[in-house]
Nanobody
């Protein structure tokens, strides 16, 4: 019943931009904080960004501050990740996730996950 459906992603040159979207259904979207995580080949999954239920507060990994921006539109049940000034080290599978709690940085605390989408940044 609950689904997080991702779109966006793809191949982009270094310095370019992409926007990822994650549309939720089957849940009361405004009750959930939303997060983005990524996993590169051979590496562990890492926290990228999170946004509180109302969108009043956002949190970012140091590696993406100033380049990536998380936002949400509760009327559309959608969370976004705007990615600018992309670097080859941003290459990874990006996944969105939803939680009713406050442990935004811990992947195992999220209740639901999207299917993941590939972002590849070439040099």
């Amino acid at each position: 019943q609950v689904q997080l459906v991702q779109s966006g992603g793809g191949l982009v040159q270094a310095g370019g931009s992409l926007r990822l979207s994650c549309a939720a259904s089957g849940l009361t979207f405004s009750n959930y904080a939303m997060g983005w995580f990524r996993q590169a080949p051979g590496k562990e999954r890492e926290f990228v960004a999170a946004i509180s239920q109302t969108g009043a507060n956002s949190y970012y990994a140091d590696s993406v501050k100033g380049r990536l921006t998380i936002s949400r539109d509760n009327a559309k049940n959608t969370v976004y990740l705007q990615m600018n000034s992309l670097k080859p080290e941003d290459t990874a599978v990006y996944s969105c996730a939803a939680m009713t709690g406050w442990n935004f940085f811990s992947a195992n605390k999220y209740d639901y996950w999207g299917q993941g989408t590939q972002v590849t940044v070439s040099s």
